[in-house]
């Protein structure tokens, strides 16, 4: 059964709703936990600025000065893929160590 609203505004409201809960999620969050959610290993952080890059454009900051003015929607959807990689390079990680876990039990129990 389809579940989506019928109309584009309905879909917003459901959607600022779900901000709204996640948004009050990580303010409930303690600071500790926030900090640590916040560090991306190195791998995971080299891997979402290339990602920023690629949007962004690939001229490397060292050997240029640049400055990209945008919209606010815009940089807020930029901003949420970002976020969206690093959740996905996150859980990501998390399913490979499971993986990995799971095939060391396998192997313990084999041998």
Do not use: C
Request: no cysteine; aromatic share 6%; charged share 15%.
């Amino acid at each position: 059964m389809n579940n989506l609203p019928s109309n584009p505004s309905e879909y917003s409201a459901d959607q600022s709703s779900i901000d709204n809960l996640l948004w009050q999620y990580v303010q409930s969050l303690n600071p500790d936990t926030v900090a640590q959610l916040s560090k991306p290993e190195p791998k995971v952080a080299q891997i979402m600025e290339q990602n920023l890059r690629g949007m962004l454009g690939n001229l490397p900051p060292e050997h240029f000065g640049m400055t990209i003015t945008t919209s606010r929607e815009n940089f807020g959807q930029m901003l949420a893929s970002a976020m969206m990689s690093g959740y996905f390079l996150h859980q990501a990680k998390q399913r490979m160590e499971l993986d990995k876990s799971i095939q060391t039990l396998h192997s313990s129990r084999d041998s």
